[in-house]
C-alpha cells in the first residue's frame, strides 16, 4: 500500500511537531499523542512487511483499506491541532469551532478511538503475517511470467519494425568502436526483445560475428547466473566450480573474438559488478563486437555506459501496422468492411502497443465471428482487460509497477483521476502530490523539487509519457500515461478503494472514493456521500454546475483544481464561501474560475493551504485576505494584479512567488514593495514585473541578495522604453545561487551589469527573449586576478534582432553549454541551423 507509507512519515512529523509544543497540552492529551507516535512506527514497519508479499491475500488487502481509513482520520486529527495552533499565534481563536475546552475534549476522545483501533488492527494484520510466512515456507508462490529469448522468436509476427531494424543495423555495420553499447528502452509489451530476436536471428548480422550470446536477464538474475549463462553458450560441456573466477575464464574464451550479446530485459545493476564485466569485455573481444542491452528503464542505459547517441525508443505501431498485426492474428483471411471497422476501433484502445494487439487479436480469434459479440467488446474494453488472454499484457506491465519504489507508486497512482487521453500539467500534478502529503522536502530539495524528480523517474521507467520537456535538462512540463498503463492504473487504484470505474474505465463518484476526477456528467448530489475525498479535479464542467454549501463540506479535502475547466458564469460568491469551509484545504488552483474578481472573509479560513494558484483569474483586484495563511509555500498570481497587499513579507514558509508587480510608494503606499522581498528568505523561485510605474532605488541593491536560497529569476520588463528600466535593473543583483534567469520584453542595449560570469557562477540556464540587446558577452571575465568562465548548460533566445555575436565564439568560450534554442536573432553568424523557426543545437559529442 504505497501511499500509506508517505502519509506515515508526514503523520509522525506532524505529531512530532505538536509534542514540541505539549507544555499547552492537557497531559492524558499528551499521552495520547505519545501513543499515537509510537503506533504510528509500529504500523510502518508493518507495512514494510506487507509490501514484501507478491501476492497478498484478501483478508490483508481489506486490512490495510481499513488501516489507510485510519491514518487518514489520524491526519484528519493532526491537521485540525495545527490549524488550531495558527489561529492560537495569532490570537484570533474566538469561533465555536475551536473553543479550547471542546476542543481539546473533542480531540482526546478522537485520539483514544484511533489509537485503539490502531492496536486492533496491528494485532490482526501482525497474525495475519505470521500465517502467511508459514504458509510461504511450504512452496514457491511466486508468480511467474514467462519470458521470450531468441529461440522464441517467430519471423512472420515482426511487423512494423523495418525501420527500428535498419537503424539499429545501421549503428551495428558502421561501428569503429570496439565494443558498441546498444540500448533499446521502453515500456512493456512495446516490442524491444522482438527487435532484439530479430537482430539476433538476422543472417547477415549474424554473419559478421564469430560469438553470438543472449542472456535473459530478468528481475531475479544474480551477477554469477548471468556469467553461467554465456560460458553455458560458449562451451557445451561447460563445467565451473564456484571457486573459479568466471569472468576471467569469460574473458579467455572470447579473446579475440569478434561478439554479440545481448542482455535482455536488465531491471537492475549492481554497479561495481558490471564496471569490472565490462572492463573485461572491454580488453577481450575483437574490434567491432555488440552489446545489445533491453530494458524498461531509461537510466539502466546511462548506468551501463551506453551514449545517448546509441538510445533507441521503439515508437508505437502506427494505425496502419497495429491493423496488419491484429489482422494476421485475428483472421485466417480477410475480413468484410464491418469487422474492420469495429476492429479498427478496438485498435484505437490498444495505443499501438504490440503485446496488446496480439492480446486482443488472440480473444478475438477464439470468438465466433458475429458482429454483435466483437461491438460489445468494443463497448466494454475495461472490462476486456481481465479476460485471461489479456493477463501477459497486464502482468507484463504490472512487472514494472511492482517493481517501483513506495514513494513512485502512489504518485503514478494519481493518474487514476484524469480521464483518458489527458495531457496533464507536471505542476499541477506535482502541487497535488505535496498537497495531500506523499512528497515532503529532503535535505536541501523541496517537495516540489523532488516531485520533478519523482516524475522524471516514471518517465526514465517508461510508466508516464512526457509530451513536453525542457531541452536541456529533461524537466518534464506536460506528460500523459498509455492507455494500457491506465487500464492498469484505474484497476489498481480501485483495488486499493481509492476509486471507483465503471465498464468504459470512467470514473464514479461513490461514498468511499478518495480521489475524484469530476465531469459535469456526474450528480453532484454525490458529494453529499463523498465525506472521505481528498483530491478533487473538475477535469470539465460547465456554469450550470453549481459548488455551494449544499453539495456538502468534504471535510477531509486537500486537493481542489479548477485548472482543467473554464467557469465564467459560475457565481463565485458562493462557490467560494463554500471553498472557505474547507479548512483542511492544502492546494487550491482557481485559475479556471475566472470570473472571481475578489476573495471573501472567510478565506482566512484556509489555514492549512500551501499551494494557492490564481494564474487565469485576470479579474481579480483583492486579495489582502492571503496575508493571513502563514503555511502557504507557493502563491501563483500569474498576470491577474497589479499589486500585491503589504503582509505578504509575513509568509515565511513562502518559497515560489509568481506575479510580483514591483510597485512604487506613489502608485501603491501601502502595498507590498520590492524591499520586503528581503524577508522571504525561503524563496527559491522568483517570477516578477517590473515597469514604468515601478520604482527600485540606488538603497536596495542587496535585497536579492539576500535571498541566499534563490534558484530561478524571471524578470518581465513589460516592453518599457523608459530608460529608468535599465537603472533599476542595474541594482537588481540577484545571489549567486542563481540557477535559472529569464527575462523578457527588455528593451534597452546593453543587459544589466550582473549578468556576468562572476556575479551569476552558479548560472546554468538563461532565456533572453523579445530584447533589443547589441550583445551578450561569452568570453571570460577577468576580476582582481581571478578568471571567471560561464557555468551555463543551456540557452534560449529568441526575438534578439539587434544581437550581434558569432555563434563560433559561443561554443568556444561557454565550453558546458550543451544545449541551444534560437529564433529570429537576424545578426547572429555561423549558427549551424536556419534560424527562422526554432531550431535546436547541442553540443557533439566525441
Request: net charge neutral; proline share 3%; hydrophobic share 40%.
Amino acid at each position: 500500500m504505497a501511499v500509506e507509507d508517505a502519509m506515515l512519515q508526514i503523520l509522525t512529523q506532524q505529531v512530532f511537531t505538536i509534542l514540541k509544543e505539549q507544555a499547552r497540552f492537557p497531559l492524558d492529551f499528551k499521552d495520547q499523542f505519545e501513543l499515537m507516535k509510537t503506533k504510528l512506527d509500529l504500523t510502518k514497519a508493518l507495512l514494510a512487511d506487507t509490501e514484501s508479499l507478491k501476492e497478498k491475500k484478501e483478508v490483508i488487502k481489506a486490512s490495510l483499506i481499513t488501516l489507510r481509513g485510519l491514518i487518514y482520520e489520524a491526519d484528519n486529527i493532526m491537521t485540525d491541532c495545527l490549524v488550531r495552533d495558527e489561529y492560537e499565534k495569532e490570537g484570533s481563536c474566538t469561533s465555536l469551532t475551536f473553543n479550547k475546552p471542546l476542543f481539546w475534549y473533542q480531540t482526546g476522545k478522537k485520539l483514544k478511538d484511533v489509537n485503539s483501533k490502531l492496536d486492533a488492527m496491528e494485532r490482526s494484520l501482525g497474525s495475519h503475517l505470521r500465517y502467511q510466512e508459514q504458509s510461504d515456507h511450504g512452496g514457491d508462490n511466486t508468480s511467474q511470467v514467462m519470458k521470450c529469448t531468441a529461440l522464441d522468436y517467430v519471423p512472420s509476427e515482426v511487423i512494423g519494425l523495418e525501420e527500428d531494424l535498419e537503424k539499429l543495423k545501421g549503428w551495428i555495420r558502421d561501428t569503429k568502436d570496439k565494443l558498441l553499447r546498444v540500448g533499446i528502452f521502453g515500456m512493456g509489451g512495446l516490442g524491444k526483445t522482438t527487435i532484439a530476436q530479430k537482430l539476433f536471428n538476422d543472417q547477415h548480422v549474424a554473419a559478421g560475428y564469430d560469438k553470438m550470446i543472449w542472456v535473459s536477464v530478468s528481475q531475479v538474475s544474480s551477477d554469477r547466473r548471468i556469467m553461467r549463462s554465456m560460458l553455458e553458450q560458449l562451451e557445451s560441456h561447460c563445467s565451473v566450480s564456484d571457486e573459479t573466477p568466471l569472468l576471467h575464464k569469460l574473458n579467455e574464451l572470447l579473446k579475440g573474438k569478434i561478439c554479440l550479446i545481448v542482455m535482455d530485459d536488465v531491471w537492475k545493476i549492481n554497479q561495481v559488478w558490471w564496471n569490472q564485466f565490462f572492463s573485461g569485455l572491454d580488453g577481450a573481444v575483437g574490434k567491432g563486437s555488440c552489446i545489445i542491452i533491453t530494458t524498461r528503464k531509461e537510466d539502466v542505459l546511462t548506468s551501463m555506459g551506453v551514449g545517448r547517441s546509441q538510445f533507441h525508443k521503439p515508437k508505437e505501431l502506427t494505425d496502419n501496422d497495429s491493423w496488419l498485426l491484429f489482422r494476421k492474428s485475428a483472421f485466417s483471411s480477410y475480413p468484410d468492411a464491418q469487422f474492420e471497422k469495429v476492429g479498427k476501433e478496438i485498435l484505437k484502445k490498444c495505443g499501438g502497443l504490440p503485446l496488446a494487439i496480439k492480446a486482443i487479436a488472440a480473444l478475438l480469434a477464439s470468438k465466433s465471428y458475429s458482429i454483435v459479440n466483437w461491438n460489445e467488446i468494443n463497448k466494454n474494453f475495461h472490462e476486456l482487460t481481465a479476460d485471461a488472454n489479456f493477463t501477459p499484457v497486464m502482468m507484463s506491465l504490472k512487472l514494472s509497477y511492482d517493481e517501483l519504489p513506495i514513494h513512485l507508486k502512489q504518485c503514478l497512482l494519481c493518474f487514476s483521476a484524469y480521464p483518458e487521453d489527458s495531457e496533464i500539467q507536471a505542476e499541477q500534478l506535482i502541487h497535488w502530490w505535496v498537497g495531500e502529503g506523499l512528497i515532503q522536502g529532503k535535505g536541501s530539495k523541496t517537495a516540489k523539487e523532488l516531485g520533478y524528480s519523482y516524475l522524471s523517474e516514471l518517465v526514465t521507467r517508461c510508466l508516464v509519457e512526457a509530451v513536453h520537456r525542457r531541452g536541456y535538462d529533461g524537466r518534464v512540463y506536460c506528460c500523459k500515461v498509455h492507455d494500457m498503463v491506465r487500464e492498469l492504473i484505474i484497476r489498481i487504484a480501485e483495488e486499493e478503494s481509492f476509486g471507483k470505474f465503471d465498464e468504459h474505465g470512467r470514473q464514479e463518484m461513490t461514498g468511499d472514493s478518495r480521489w475524484l476526477g469530476f465531469t459535469s456528467e456526474m450528480n453532484m448530489e454525490s458529494f453529499r456521500k463523498s465525506s472521505k475525498l481528498r483530491a478533487l479535479l473538475i477535469t470539465s464542467a460547465d456554469d450550470q454546475v453549481v459548488f455551494d454549501r449544499r453539495i456538502g463540506s468534504l471535510g477531509s479535502l486537500r486537493v481542489l483544481d479548477f485548472s482543467l475547466t473554464k467557469l465564467s458564469k459560475i457565481s463565485t460568491e458562493k462557490l467560494m464561501e463554500w471553498i472557505s469551509s474547507l479548512k483542511r484545504l492544502a492546494y487550491l488552483n482557481l485559475s479556471g474560475v475566472v470570473g472571481l474578481k475578489e476573495l471573501p472573509k472567510s478565506f482566512r479560513k484556509l489555514r492549512n493551504l500551501q499551494f494557492l494558484v490564481f494564474a487565469g483569474c485576470n479579474q481579480l483586484v483583492k486579495i489582502d485576505l492571503i496575508t493571513s495563511l502563514k503555511k502557504l509555500v507557493v502563491l501563483d498570481l500569474g498576470s491577474c494584479l497589479l499589486y500585491l497587499p503589504s503582509g505578504i513579507e509575513k509568509l515565511s514558509h513562502l518559497q515560489e512567488l509568481s506575479g510580483f508587480n514591483v510597485a512604487s510608494n506613489s502608485r501603491s503606499p501601502t502595498g507590498f514593495k520590492f524591499c520586503d522581498l528581503q524577508k522571504l528568505v525561503q524563496l527559491r523561485v522568483l517570477r516578477m514585473s517590473i515597469g514604468k510605474d515601478s520604482e527600485i532605488k540606488e538603497d536596495e541593491r542587496e535585497v536579492l541578495l539576500k535571498l541566499e536560497k534563490l534558484k530561478v529569476l524571471s524578470i518581465d520588463a513589460q516592453d518599457c522604453e523608459d530608460n529608468n528600466i535599465s537603472t533599476m535593473l542595474n541594482i537588481v543583483s540577484p545571489p549567486p545561487s542563481l540557477r535559472e534567469l529569464y527575462l523578457r520584453r527588455y528593451h534597452p542595449e546593453t543587459l544589466p551589469t550582473w549578468i556576468n560570469p562572476e556575479k551569476l557562477s552558479n548560472l546554468q540556464y538563461i532565456c533572453i527573449e523579445n530584447a533589443d540587446i547589441i550583445d551578450f558577452q561569452t568570453s571570460p571575465k577577468s576580476v582582481d586576478g581571478s578568471v571567471f568562465r560561464w557555468n551555463i548548460e543551456g540557452l534560449c533566445f529568441k526575438v534578439l534582432r539587434n544581437l550581434k555575436l558569432d555563434w563560433e565564439n559561443v561554443e568556444k568560450d561557454m565550453l558546458l553549454l550543451r544545449y541551444a534554442e534560437v529564433s529570429d536573432c537576424l545578426n547572429l553568424q555561423n549558427f549551424p541551423h536556419p534560424i527562422d523557426n526554432l531550431p535546436i543545437w547541442r553540443r557533439s559529442v566525441d
